[in-house]
């Protein structure tokens, strides 16, 4: 595996999750209360999309590794789903840390046990991933703060024939993505380099490679959209940030809706894009 991301970009995102300013699942850790605790899972039942897509044989009884992790939550989860092994990694070990500290984590809409995961902490498209062989990679929210040639190279480097990869992503080329970078950069919630892309540069990356493209969806037309717009409260009025969530539970059956009967036709109105690839025999 070689360094395929310049340092200068690297030692910016480590920076901008080491200093965790504003996160943009802070929302996680208002959790005093049963009430509290009750709405942070019902509001991971909506945005842990790609985690109820997820087929669990990829997960059960393999080795799963996730790419920029930050809070461990959802290797915890796959842990309970019966991983034979989970491992994360990231560049940010203050940001991972703070998820490892906190007594209750939460992914999917239920509580998950706190327990500790081997990490591989760095950039996963240089040396971090080194000597690692895994059955299954997931990258969810963080593919577009990584280099797309570095990362394919990565996922090839860690899994053998017959391994899998999932991705979930911001779609870079939805009508209102350059609004809410502009917006997201203003509020301090977007790293200073973070590109969302289009799904289909994603897929003829790993294509190209050889890989073989088993699942494309494209997601959330309304809800995450809805969520940032709670979010940009939060610096204001952070309770009323928290409780505005509670409308994204009723927004999941539009967005089921939407899923079916339009993204198919219109995938780049989707907020996300979810993939699955499988590692081939040709891949080089
Ligand atoms: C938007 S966060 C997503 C975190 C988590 N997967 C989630 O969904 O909440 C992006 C993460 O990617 C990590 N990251 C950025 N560049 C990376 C790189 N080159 N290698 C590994 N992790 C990286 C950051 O430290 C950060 O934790």
Redesign the pocket.
């Known amino acids: 595996m070689t360094t395929t991301?310049n340092q200068a970009?690297?030692d910016r995102?480590?920076a901008?999750?080491q200093v965790h300013g504003r996160y943009?699942?802070s929302f996680l850790e208002r959790d005093r209360t049963e009430s509290e605790r009750w709405l942070i899972r019902r509001v991971l039942a909506t945005w842990d999309r790609q985690l109820a897509l997820l087929p669990s044989e990829l997960i059960r009884d393999r080795r799963v590794l996730?790419?920029?992790?930050?809070?461990p939550?959802?290797l915890q989860y796959f842990a309970a789903l019966g991983a034979a092994e989970v491992i994360g990694?990231?560049?940010?070990p203050a940001?991972?840390q703070r998820g490892f500290a906190r007594p209750h984590n939460y992914a999917a809409g239920r509580a998950v046990a706190a327990i500790d995961v081997p990490m591989r902490y760095?950039?996963?498209?240089?040396q971090?991933l080194r000597g690692l062989t895994v059955d299954t990679v997931t990258?969810?929210?963080?593919l577009h703060?990584?280099?797309l040639p570095?990362f394919v190279a990565a996922c090839n480097g860690v899994l053998a024939p017959g391994g899998h990869v999932a991705i979930s992503d911001p779609t870079g080329d939805h009508p209102l993505r350059r609004l809410g970078d502009a917006v997201g950069r203003g509020s301090g919630l977007l790293?200073p380099d973070?590109k969302a892309r289009p799904a289909r540069e994603v897929i003829a990356a790993f294509l190209d490679r050889g890989f073989e493209l088993l699942v494309h969806r494209s997601l959330n037309p309304t809800l995450e959209i809805y969520f940032h717009l709670t979010e940009l409260l939060a610096p204001y009025a952070p309770r009323l940030a928290f409780w505005a969530k509670a409308l994204m539970a009723p927004l999941r059956p539009l967005d089921d809706w939407l899923e079916a009967h339009v993204l198919p036709r219109r995938p780049h109105w989707g907020w996300r894009y979810f993939l699955i690839f499988r590692k081939t025999e040709a891949v080089r």
């Open positions: 991301t970009v690297i995102e480590r901008h999750y943009l699942l996730e790419i920029g992790c930050g809070n939550r959802v990694n990231d560049l940010a940001f991972v760095g950039d996963a498209t240089g971090a990258c969810f929210q963080s703060h990584l280099d570095g790293s973070e």
